[in-house]
């Protein structure tokens, strides 16, 4: 299928995905939400593709739902809409391969949750992070919100967050752990080049039971995790 939303960059072993609607500060409508989906299907099956680096277009990582085109939203069309954009963090996390977030703007609701569904978050200097659903009276259980947050940062200052929608700038993020690291605006493509480059160095089977153990590792026990990792550790060897 063909793109309307977004920019699907291939170069080399390096995939961008960039939501391209920045007269709606890349905000999602549904398209768009499918299209990222499609997108990160295809980068799970290319062999070829050994990172993917999410982003938006113009100055805003994304704004989260696009409300102006949001459908009524009668019972069966909300169970529908929200399974769909628990779709689209499903599927960031399923990428068998390093996802790393380039964080160049605010990135809001949905827009934040799909980069800390993603391994790895670089924020430029201008970045935000807004998780304010409950501020319009909707639940923050929302796109994994209640699930990512608090292994990211921990459960009060998760709790806080997303109990309160207050907006956290760039460096806030980065000092509880939110983001791995933020940079000046005019370094971010230089730091997220030298990270995904040294990413795709590394051996993809190597990663990509790395990635499968991280997150398994967080919903199982000692044991569990430990029979995993000499399952995974054997078939690499």
Known sequence: MGFNNILYD????????TINRPGR?????????HELIE???RANEDSDVRV???TGAGDAFCAGADLKEAPEMTPTVAHDVVGLYLDLVR??????????????GVAV???CC???ASDIRIASESASFVLAFVNIGISAADMGATYLLPRLIGYGRAAEILMTGETVDAREAERIGLVNRTVPREQLDA????????LASRPPLGLAYTKRALYSGLDKGWETELDYEHLAQVRCI
């Open 52 to 54: 993917v680096v999410i």
């Open 91 to 104: 599927a960031v996390r399923l990428v068998a391969k390093p996802v790393v977030a380039r964080v160049n």
């Open 109 to 111: 609701g949905g827009g």
């Open 39 to 41: 997108a990160m299907g």
């Open 25 to 33: 500060r890349n905000a999602l409508n549904l398209e768009a939400v």
């Open 10 to 17: 291939k170069k080399g072993p390096l995939l961008t995905v």
């Open 191 to 198: 730091v997220v080049d030298e990270l995904t480059e040294r």
């Open 114 to 116: 799909t980069a800390l």
